[in-house]
């Protein structure tokens, strides 16, 4: 028998199961697919509402909220862009929390499109995204408990 096969030998190191679980496991592959997926659009929808290179983002908030908000309709994009920005990063260092800060922040989003009344597909898109938010939330939740 083997050294490592009779156990005496290295244990594999945390990068190599990691890896190894990556390939084989489906749970896993789906939270990591939803981690980068929620990590990355909205750090780049965030940043966009500084560039204006996807559309013209001070055409989406409803008028009601930009009575509400101080400033102008640009100005508050540019807050969203920021709150979009931090909610990308926590999603990356805090999935679990991260995907209900996103799915809460979509709620919002649906809540504005839909007082707006012209872009119903884009809110039933978000409502998608949205759970797509809660599903990487409790797939988080449970990456996290088998680690234990």
């Not at 896993?28 to 500084?50: E, N, S």
């Not at 807050?79 to 260092?93: L, Q």
Request: aromatic share 10%; hydrophobic share 55%; charged share 15%.
């Amino acid at each position: 028998m083997t050294r490592i096969a009779a156990g005496d030998g290295p244990a594999p190191s945390a990068t190599s199961a990691g890896t190894e679980r990556l390939r084989h496991d489906p749970v896993f592959q789906a939270f990591w697919i939803l981690r980068v997926g929620f990590t990355v659009a909205p750090a780049l929808f965030g940043l966009d509402k500084f560039a204006g290179l996807l559309t013209d983002w001070d055409g989406y908030l409803a008028p009601a909220f930009d009575r509400l908000v101080p400033g102008s309709a640009h100005q508050a994009m540019l807050a969203v862009g920021v709150i979009e920005i931090v909610a990308g990063i926590v999603v990356a260092v805090l999935p679990r929390f991260g995907g209900y800060l996103v799915a809460a922040w979509l709620g919002g989003i649906i809540v504005n499109l839909l007082i707006l009344g012209d872009y119903y597909d884009v809110a039933l898109r978000d409502f998608g995204l949205l759970l797509g938010a809660l599903a990487l939330a409790r797939l988080a939740a449970g990456v996290a408990a088998d680690r234990r």
